[in-house]
């Protein structure tokens, strides 16, 4: 039986003890926060609820013996805190350009933030926010990684990952959601001159498959006024 969390994805401003479970008996969870799926070779052996109080993408599996595995389910927790202070050379990413790609990790010092961190962060929990969740590799690595290699395209190019809307405490949607969605899927590297290792910020296509989960994304990204059902974006 899938995984189950006792704290939502969402915004958060105070440390969460995250408890994960699932309903098949005997079940063993595992669990990663780097962005890599989880499996028995791969990640920690859930035992005890996780404390959770810093920007986190918590990925879970459940595996029993002779069973199959579930999915891989994703959630993210977002203190906007993190993002608006987050460092210039963030931990298990690299220091460094890779194959010359640019990287640019910081909130520019020179933007707002410096002179209102208040107002920055209210504008980021005012919106709801797309997380993508991938292994490190699929996206820096020199040979592998889609973002290291932007200029490369094709489904040979297309890598694994997660993809979540989550709405921030007190929005009010236009069309009565309360919740967003996650689903597992494929990403690439779009654009044109954006592709660029100059650029320090590519944009992502979205593929969904049933290799990945679900063949469709079924969800009203625009509301009533357009489609409910996406094979892509």
Not at 121 to 131: D, N, T
Not at 176 to 181: A, K, V, Y
């Amino acid at each position: 039986r899938d995984t189950s969390f006792s704290i939502g994805r969402g915004f958060y401003t105070t440390t969460q003890s995250v408890v994960i479970t699932s309903n098949t008996v005997g079940a063993e969870i595992y669990y990663t926060t780097d962005g890599s799926e989880p499996s028995t070779t791969n990640g920690t052996l859930y035992t005890v609820p996780i404390s959770i109080g810093t920007t986190t993408t918590l990925r879970a599996i459940a595996t029993k013996t002779n069973q199959i595995p579930t999915n891989i389910d994703t959630n993210t927790y977002i203190f906007t805190a993190d993002v608006v202070n987050q460092p210039t050379n963030p931990s298990g990413w690299p220091s460094g350009s890779v194959n010359g790609q640019v990287m640019d990790y910081h909130m520019d010092p020179g933007s707002a933030v410096s002179s209102s961190t208040a107002g920055v962060i209210s504008a980021l929990e005012s919106i709801p926010s797309f997380s993508i969740v991938t292994d490190q590799d699929n996206l820096t690595n020199s040979s592998t990684g889609i973002y290291a290699n932007p200029g490369n395209r094709g489904r040979a190019w297309e890598r694994p990952a997660s993809v979540e809307l989550i709405f921030p405490p007190g929005y009010v949607n236009p069309d009565g959601l309360t919740e967003g969605f996650q689903e597992n899927f494929g990403v690439r590297v779009r654009g044109g001159a954006s592709r660029s290792k100059n650029n320090p910020k590519h944009a992502f296509r979205l593929f969904f498959r049933d290799e990945y989960g679900s063949n469709k994304l079924n969800f009203p990204l625009f509301g009533t006024n357009g489609t409910d059902s996406y094979a892509g974006f």
